[in-house]
């Protein structure tokens, strides 16, 4: 069965950094195009950031230079690097793992993630 376990949330104060974790298990994060959203009060879930099969990363407008999505395959865990972050970023952030080839998607518990001096 697939799973995906999101860690490293907490609080940090603005301009600081924080670096999310999401274990997966009964799928390959090599093989798997791997994402990560958010959602922040009252809004939609939106895309975050992407790393597909070969490697190749894809980030929404509003965290580029900012965060960076990369993957451990031998851990089977994909990270998102979250720098500069600012009060926008609060949200329950979340581990996606897109299944093409069987046309299922997966999804994690979430981690909170709160920017607040």
């Known amino acids: 069965q697939v799973q995906l376990v999101e860690s490293g949330g907490g609080l940090v104060h603005p301009g600081g950094s924080l670096r999310l974790s999401c274990e997966a298990s009964?799928?390959?994060?090599?093989?798997?195009?791997m994402g990560w959203y958010r959602q922040g009060p009252g809004e939609q879930r939106d895309l975050v950031a992407r790393?597909?099969?070969?490697?190749?990363?894809k980030y929404s407008d509003f965290v580029k230079g900012r965060f960076t999505i990369s993957r451990d395959i031998a851990k089977n865990t994909v990270y998102l690097q979250m720098n500069s972050l600012n009060t926008e970023d609060t949200a329950v952030y979340y581990c996606?793992?897109?299944?093409?080839?069987?046309?299922?998607?997966?999804w994690g518990q979430g981690t909170q993630v709160t920017v607040s001096s």
């Open positions: 009964g799928i390959r994060v090599r093989v798997t195009a």
């Open positions: 996606n793992a897109q299944d093409t080839i069987r046309a299922r998607s997966y």
């Open positions: 790393i597909i099969r070969n490697g190749t990363t």
